[in-house]
């Protein structure tokens, strides 16, 4: 029997209809968590500037930290010791999403030189460190304890804050209510939870809000990533967190609004917490437009809570 023209163009839609759903089933997901995933990697392109970058070793300035996490996946981080006779207190610095520890080269020089031992830490399925997924916060906030062991054992006797950005800021929440050996944080520009976040990035990116299809990828994100999508949950450990938190958010920010900056800080238990609003800054901007000023309050909070 002969197919006509119209016949075959409905069995290549059912084709097409068919290779889409497997797609979105079986691939779209893994975008979420895989972060060397070879489809974003294409259409990222070349690696970003800071990565090109490397820290000093030389016995003198700092040193390579290799340990293995909780679940025996190795991570990586670079330590920059404190140019001073004195040690303030130790600083762990957390990255955003697709990003690496080298993305804090200046940042951790500088944090060195007003007296902090830095520790830049690539999260695990970036930069250095193995492991294939990111689960938001679940798993690595038991990196972040991971690597706390690390610290004490070799004779830690100082306070100890932690840095986050984005994705980093919502690692740090999750750690600081998690595990009460960090003594203080600064986070910036970071969402209250994974399943919202996720729900506004494909808004933000495509241009749809479909809540019944981004809660599908969020669970099927999560069950092949092998984590309970809902427990990536910041706001959650903020009620929890007793320790003084400088929260900061661009007011301009369209990737994570700052309402879930103010919201994160709203349930906060330490007074000694503060919120920062930067006029004008988006996502990636707030060092750039909070200025020298900026990175004075960052410092001055820091070795506030150090003493």
Not at 54 to 65: H, L, P
Not at 176 to 184: A, K, M, N, Q
Not at 207 to 222: D, P, Q
Request: charged content about 25%.
């Amino acid at each position: 029997m002969k197919i006509g023209a119209f016949g075959k163009i409905k069995i290549g839609v059912a084709v097409l209809l068919v290779f889409g759903l497997l797609f979105l089933h079986f691939y779209v997901p893994r975008i979420i968590t895989e972060i060397r995933n070879p489809l974003i990697e294409s259409i990222r392109g070349v690696s970003k500037k800071s990565d090109a970058q490397t820290f000093n070793y030389s016995a003198e300035v700092g040193r390579e930290i290799r340990f293995a996490s909780f679940d025996d996946v190795e991570l990586v981080a670079s330590e920059t010791y404190a140019k001073s006779d004195t040690v303030i207190g130790t600083i762990i610095l957390l990255h955003g999403i697709r990003s690496r520890k080298e993305h804090f080269i200046t940042l951790s020089n500088r944090l060195a030189k007003e007296g902090f031992n830095v520790i830049a830490l690539d999260s695990r399925g970036h930069g250095q460190s193995g492991g294939d997924n990111c689960s938001f916060g679940v798993f690595e906030k038991k990196d972040v304890s991971s690597l706390l062991d690390v610290l004490i054992k070799r004779g830690q006797n100082h306070k100890i804050g932690i840095f986050g950005q984005s994705l980093g800021g919502a690692i740090a929440l999750q750690s600081l209510g998690s595990d009460e050996r960090l003594d203080f944080g600064v986070v910036e520009s970071t969402f209250s939870e994974f399943r919202t976040i996720t729900h506004d990035y494909i808004k933000y990116h495509l241009g749809i809000s479909i809540k019944l299809f981004s809660n599908y990828l969020v669970n099927r994100a999560g069950s092949m990533a092998n984590f309970d999508p809902d427990k990536a949950s910041p706001i959650s450990y903020c009620k929890n967190i007793k320790q003084p938190v400088l929260m900061v958010h661009g007011s301009e920010d369209r990737r994570i609004s700052i309402e879930y900056g103010k919201a994160n800080f709203e349930v906060l238990q330490n007074r000694n917490s503060d919120f920062v609003e930067i006029i004008g800054a988006n996502h990636t901007n707030v060092w750039e437009l909070g200025g020298e000023e900026y990175a004075r309050k960052v410092i001055s909070f820091m070795k506030a809570m150090s003493k």
